[in-house]
Each structure stands twice: as structure tokens, then as C-alpha cells.
């Protein structure tokens, strides 16, 4: 598959050259403790970097956690589409909704007893918004720079950087950040 970053190929989701690159934006860790005797204790914990989301969850194909199991998770964080407060099975937890463009893969991780819901929604936030700055891709608010510059040469082969800002502009509106109208206004911003 295709490192959703930089678009090259790669095993996983995001490319060890990526990973390299990226910074911790947030991390927790903490136990979580079920009944009176404390008979149950799961460890959980939650990074967000520039590039993913990783940690140690309850890992369900539902919405209300049924069949979820603990398990280790690393997700490209732009593909997170939802962060909220939501019972799993009936207790406390912080459910994250992940889905892969690409492979529909989908799941929802949770959280229990996560206290830290803003810390984890404001860390994808700013990766996200890195994401776009990253690509050259302006805030959708920005003023559109006037087409009286030089016309550019007709037909000239794609750079490699071009490339590469191209591929980065696919995966953004594959990831649902771009849509479709942005990602053909900063294509045509690329002169492509
Ligand atoms: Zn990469």
C-alpha cells in the first residue's frame, strides 16, 4: 500500500521515512480498573503524533463496543473522522472512529475510563492541521492569489516535487480532509 504522508510504498500505514519525521504531539497512559475487588485491571494508553495514533485499546468492529477485545492499535491519524465520549458496553470510555479509505477498513477503538478527551481531540486537531500546511494546501479561507502571473510552460514534465505534492493531495481528499472542489483548486495552484 501507500504511505498516506508521502505516498511511496510501504508495508504499513504510514512509511518508516515518515515516521522518522514525526512528532509527539500526545501521550497517556493509565489502568483501568473494573469492579469492587478490582479483579480486572487492563492497561490502556493513547499517542498522538504528527503522522498516527497509537496505544493500546478496546478494539471493536461496533459503535457500542460489543465483541471488543484489547488490543494494540496504529492508524494514520488523518483517516480519525470521530473522537467523542461514548458508552462501551454500557461503561465510560472515549470512543475513537478510524476508517481506511483505501482498504474500507474500519473499527472503533475505546478508551475506558479516559479522562483526557480535550488533550486527544486538540493533538489530532493540530495534526491535522499540519497535514494540510505540510502539503502547501492553504486554509480553504484564503484569499485565491490572482492568475496574473507569468503563464507557466506548456506541457512541462511533472517534478518530483510535484509529484510528491500531488500525491499528498490525493491522500488528503482520500482522507476526507480535501474535498473534492479544494483538492482540484490546489492541483490547479500546483499548475497540474
Ligand atoms: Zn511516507
Not at 478496546?58 to 457500542?64: G, Y
Not at 483517516?79 to 476508517?99: F, Q, R, T, W
Not at 495534526?127 to 505540510?134: F, M, N, S, T
Given at each position: 500500500?501507500k504511505?498516506?504522508?508521502?505516498?511511496?510504498?510501504?508495508?504499513?500505514?504510514?512509511?518508516?521515512?515518515?515516521?522518522?519525521?514525526?512528532?509527539?504531539?500526545?501521550?497517556?497512559?493509565?489502568?483501568?480498573?473494573?469492579?469492587?475487588?478490582?479483579?480486572?485491571?487492563?492497561?490502556y494508553?493513547?499517542?498522538?503524533?504528527?503522522?498516527?495514533?497509537?496505544?493500546?485499546?478496546?478494539?471493536?468492529?461496533?459503535?457500542?463496543?460489543l465483541?471488543?477485545?484489547?488490543?494494540?492499535?496504529?492508524?494514520?491519524?488523518?483517516?480519525?473522522?470521530?473522537?467523542?465520549?461514548?458508552?462501551?458496553?454500557?461503561?465510560?470510555?472515549?470512543?475513537?472512529?478510524?476508517?481506511?479509505?483505501?482498504?474500507?477498513?474500519?473499527?472503533?477503538?475505546?478508551?475506558l475510563?479516559?479522562?483526557?478527551?480535550?488533550?486527544?481531540k486538540?493533538?489530532?486537531?493540530?495534526?491535522?492541521?499540519?497535514?494540510?500546511?505540510?502539503?502547501?494546501?492553504?486554509?480553504?479561507?484564503?484569499?485565491?492569489?490572482?492568475s496574473?502571473?507569468?503563464?507557466?510552460?506548456?506541457?512541462?514534465?511533472?517534478?518530483?516535487?510535484?509529484?510528491?505534492?500531488?500525491?499528498?493531495?490525493?491522500?488528503?481528499?482520500?482522507?476526507?480532509?480535501?474535498?473534492?472542489?479544494?483538492?482540484?483548486?490546489?492541483?490547479?495552484?500546483?499548475?497540474?
Open positions: 500500500m504511505c498516506f504522508v508521502c505516498g511511496s510504498e510501504t508495508p504499513g500505514e504510514v512509511c518508516n521515512q515518515c515516521v522518522r519525521t514525526e512528532r509527539n504531539l500526545f501521550h497517556k497512559e493509565w489502568d483501568y480498573k473494573e469492579g469492587f475487588l478490582m479483579r480486572k485491571i487492563e492497561s494508553r493513547i499517542d498522538v503524533s504528527s503522522y498516527r495514533i497509537s496505544g493500546t485499546g478496546m478494539i471493536s468492529n461496533s459503535d457500542k463496543g465483541n471488543g477485545r484489547v488490543d494494540a492499535f496504529n492508524h494514520f491519524v488523518g483517516n480519525v473522522d470521530l473522537v467523542e465520549k461514548s458508552p462501551c458496553n454500557g461503561k465510560d470510555a472515549l470512543m475513537i472512529h478510524y476508517k481506511n479509505p483505501n482498504t474500507q477498513m474500519e473499527r472503533y477503538i475505546f478508551l475510563s479516559c479522562d483526557a478527551e480535550g488533550g486527544v486538540n493533538a489530532i486537531e493540530d495534526a491535522k492541521k499540519d497535514l494540510r500546511i505540510g502539503s502547501g494546501v492553504m486554509p480553504a479561507t484564503a484569499a485565491m492569489p490572482t496574473a502571473a507569468a503563464p507557466a510552460p506548456a506541457a512541462a514534465p511533472m517534478s518530483a516535487d510535484a509529484q510528491l505534492k500531488l500525491n499528498k493531495l490525493k491522500v488528503l481528499l482520500n482522507s476526507g480532509i480535501l474535498s473534492q472542489e479544494e483538492y482540484e483548486r490546489e492541483k490547479l495552484k500546483l499548475g497540474l
